[in-house]
C-alpha cells in the first residue's frame, strides 16, 4: 500500500515537472524543473529496481544535462543582451490546440497499447540472465553493454565522439569574443570545496567503474562522475578555455573508441568472432578507456572549448 | 516492535518533520536570506536525522559509517552552495537597499 | 497488470504526449531541446516498466538500451547546444521563425 | 578473410576517424587512406562472395541472435555499401580541396566525414533495429555539423532545424522499436516477422506506424521534407552530394527492411505500401513543382531530390521483380546523378561567385566541364536514354503496365515531364547570351578547378555509363530480392 503511494507521488511528480518544464514561464525556470524531472526520474528508476539508470540519470540526465541547458542559457543570454523572452510564444492559438489535441491523442494511443503488453522480460532479456555467467561479469546491465551488445556501445562512443567533433565545428565559427569568459571572483569557501570534492570525484568514479561488475555501476556513471568534478573546475576557473586542444586532450577523446575497436580487431584477427572478449580483464581496460573518454569528452563540451588548460 | 526498529522509525518521522520544517520556511519566508536560513539549517538536521534512523534500521557499522559520509558530503555542498547564492543574491542588489 | 507498472506506464505515455505538445507549439530553441529530452526520457521510462521492473528485476537488455539513450541524449542535446549558440550568434536569435525556408 | 573485409567496412572508417582526431597532416592524410580509399577494396571480396554464396550473416562477437547484434549484408546492402565507396569517395575527392588535411577547416572536417562513412556503412548492415537506431543518430550527428560548416546563418538555420526534426524522428523510431521489442522479444530485423506473428496487431500496428512516420521524417518523404531543401542546398556541395545521394536514403532503405523484410505480409503491409506510394505520388509532382519555381541551382537541385525520392517508395505497392528491380536502379542512378550535380553546382558558384539562375548566362564558355556535367546528369534525372536514370524509369513504366495500374503510368509520365522542365529551365539559364562579347573560362584556369570539375564529370559518367552496363547489377538485384515480393 505504502509502494503504491510512493510510485503515485513520484509519477505525479514526474508528470507535473513535465508539464512546468514545458509551461515555465521563462526558459531559466523551465530548465530548472527539467533538472527536477530527472532528479525524480531517476527516484523512480530505483523504483523500478534499475540501480544502473537511477546513477546514471542523476548524473547524466539530470547533471551533466542540466550543466550544459544552465551554462548555455547564461551564453545565450551574454551574447543577447536581454533576456529570451518570457512566457510561452505560442505560434498560432489553433496550433496550439491542434497539437494539444494531437499529444492528447497520441497519450491515449500509447497508454492503451502499453498496457495490452505483458510488463515482463522479453525472450532476449531471458537469453541475457542465462548465458551471462559465460562473459565473467556478474551485473547483467554490464554483460550487455559489454559483450552481448558491446557493438552498440561501441557505436555509442561515435556518437559520443560526433558531438564533440560537431561542437567544435561550428564553436569555432563563432565571431571573435561571442562566448563570454567566465566571472567568477575568487570565493574562498569554493577553493576549500573543490580541493575536497574533485579527488573525491575521482575516487567515486574508479570505485563505479569497479564495482560496475558486480553491483550498479560502470564506465557511463563513473565518467559522468570524474566530468562533475571537471565541471566544477571549469566553473570555479582553475581550468579554463584553451584554443586548440593539446595532444593528450585528443588522445583522451579517442582513446574509448579505439581501444575498444583494437581489442575487437586484435580477436577478429586472431580467428575469433569481432567484438569477442578475451577476458574479464579486457572488459575493465576498455570500460577504463570509456570512462577516460567519456569524462573528457563531457567537460570539453561543456566548456565549449576545444581544449582546457590550467589558469594562471 | 523491536526497540531498535522503533528508535529508527522516532528518527526518520523526526527527520521528515525538519524537512517539512524547512521546506515551509522556503515556501513562507519574504527573501532570499530568511529562506537560505531555514533551507540549510532544517535541512542538514532533517538529513542527519534520516541518515541516524536508516543506520539504526540496518544496524550494521559499514552502512552506517558510508551514511556518515553521506551526511558529511551533504552538509559541505549544503554550505558551500548556501554561501554562494547568499553572495549571489548579495552582489545582485544595489548597497543601499542591503539588508 | 501490476498497480506499479500500470502507474509507470501511463507516467511514461503522459510525459511523451507533454513533450510532443512542448516541441510542437515552443517558439525557442532551448525549450525545444528540453520537450525532446523530456520525450526521451518518457520512452526509456516505458522501456524499462515494459520489461518488467515494477515487479523485480528488469530485463537488463532494455536497461543498457537505456543507458546507451541515455548516453546519446546528452550527446545530441550538448551538439544542440552549441549549434544554438552559433544561431544565436549568427543571426542574432535563439529562435527559429517558422516561415521562412519552409 | 572475407569476414575481415566486412568488418574493415565500418571499422576501418572508425578508426580512421580517431587517428584524424589526432593532430597533424600526415594522421588525416592516412585516415582518409585507411578510412576511405580501402573501401572498394574491401567492397571487392564481400561481393564476390555475396555473388557465389548469396546473403550472409556475420554474429558479432560470437552471441547469436536475439541476445547479440549481427550484420547482414545482402544484394541490396551491397549496392548501398558500393554507393558509399564510389559516390562518397569522389565526394570526398572533391572535398579535398576545399578542405585540405592541415588547415583549421580539414581538421575539423575530415573526422566527421569519416564518422559519417561509418556510421553509413554500419547502418547498411546491421540487423538490429537498436543499433540501427544508434547508427541513424551517428549519422545525424556527423552529417548536421558538416551543413553548419558552411558558414552562412542560412545553413546554420536549416542545421538547427534539421537537428531538431531528425531528434524527433529518431524518438518516434525509438519508441516504436521499445513497443516491437516488448511485444516480440526480439531486436533482430529479420526474426521479426515470426515473432511479430504471435504478438497483438494492434502493439505492432502502432510499433510500425511510429517508425514509419520517424523514417518518412528523416527520409524527407512528402509532407514531412520541409527541412531537406535549406539544409541540402547551404551545405558545402561535397556534402549537399553525400546528403542527397546518400544521407536521405539511409531512412528509405531503412523503411524497405522494416517494411519489406520484417513485416508479415498481410493487410497492414498492403496498407502501408499504399500509402508509400501516395505519398510518393504526392512527392514527385509538388518536389517537381516546386524545383520549378525555384530561382537559385542549388535549391532547383534539392527540391529535385524531393521529388526524386518520390519514385522510391511510389512503385512499392507493384511488388514484383521489375518494380524491385527499378527501385533499386533508381536508388543508383539518382545518387550518382544527383551527386554529379551538387558537386556541379558546386564549382559553378565558386566559379562565378553566385547560383542564381539569373547569374548563369553563357556557362558554356565560363564553367564548361561543370555544365556538361551538369547536363550529362540532368538526362538521368530525366530520365531520358541512355542513362542509368531512363533505365529505372523505364523499369518503373513497363512494372506499372504490366500490373494495369494507369493512375501511377500518368503520375510516372507526369512526374518525368516536371523533372525535363526544371532540368531544361537550368540548362536554359546557362546558355542564355545577352552579351554577345566572349567571356573566358572561369574554371579552366587553375588546376583544382579543373580537377573538382573532374569529379563532377566522372559521377555524371558513371550515371550515364550505368545505362549502358545494367545487366549485372540488375541481375544481383534479382537475387536480393524482398521475401515478401518473391513470393509474387
Known sequence: MIEIAIDLIIAMGVVGLALQTILGASVFRAILMFIVFGLLMAMAWARLHAPDLALAEAAIGAGITGALLLVTWRRLQAMDGRTPRVGIAARAPWLSIASGIFAAALIVALGWVSLSLPAEPAAAGELAWQRLPEVGVSNPVTGVLLAFRAYDTLMEMGVLLAAWLGARAVASELRPGALPGPAHAEVPLVGALLSLVVPISLLVAVYLLQAGGSAPGGAFQGGAVLAAGGVLLCLSGRLEAAERSSITERIGLVLGLAVFSCIGLVMLFMGEPMLAMPGVWAIYLVETALLLSIALTLVLLFAAAPGLRRAP | MTLQETIAAVL????????????IGLLRFPDVYSRLHALTKADNLGLLLVASGLAVQSGSLRIGAVLLIVWLLGLLAATVSCHLIARHALHATPPERRP | MNTTALIYLLTAAAVFGIGVHGLLQARQVLRQLLAINLMGGAIFLLLITLGGGAVGPPDPVPQAMVLTGIVIAVSATAFALALLLRLQDATGTSELDPNDGA | MVHEALIGLVFLPLLGACLAVLPGRFGTRLAIVVGLASLPFLLLPVTLSVLREGAWFYTLGGWSAPLGIRLYVDPLALLMLWMVALIGGLAAAHAWHDFRPGTAAGERFWPLWLLLTAAMNGLFLSADLFNLYVCLELVTLAAIPLIAMAGSATAVRA???????????????????????????????????????????????????LIGTGLLLKGAVFPLHVWLPQAHASAPGPVSAVLSA????????????????????????????????????????????????????????????VAQLGYLLLALPLASLAAWQALTYQMLSHGLAKAAMFLAAANILHAIGSDRLSDLERLDQRTPLSLFALAVAGVSIMGLPPSGGFLAKWLLLEAAWRGGQWGLLSVLILGSLLAAAYVFRVLAAALRREDPSEAEDAEGISAIGRRQATYAMLLALLALVTGFAAAPILELMATGIPPTWGAA
Open chain 4, 159 to 209: 542545421a538547427m532545424r534539421y537537428l531538431l526534426l531528425a531528434l524527433l524522428a529518431s524518438l518516434a523510431y525509438l519508441l516504436g522499436v521499445a513497443l516491437l521489442y516488448n511485444s516480440s522479444g526480439t531486436l533482430d530485423l529479420y526474426l521479426l516477422p515470426d515473432a511479430l506473428a504471435t504478438a497483438p496487431a494492434p502493439v505492432t500496428a502502432f510499433a510500425l506506424a
Open chain 2, 12 to 23: 526518520l518521522a523526526a527527520g521528515c518533520l525538519f524537512y517539512i520544517a524547512g521546506t
Open chain 4, 246 to 305: 546518400l544521407v536521405v536514403k539511409t531512412a528509405i532503405y531503412l523503411l524497405y527492411r522494416v517494411g519489406l523484410w520484417s513485416l508479415p505480409a498481410g493487410l497492414l503491409a498492403d496498407g502501408a505500401m499504399l500509402l508509400f506510394a501516395v505519398l510518393g505520388a504526392g512527392a514527385l509532382i509538388y518536389g517537381g513543382v516546386l524545383a520549378l519555381l525555384q530561382d537559385r541551382l542549388k535549391l532547383v537541385i534539392a527540391y529535385s531530390t
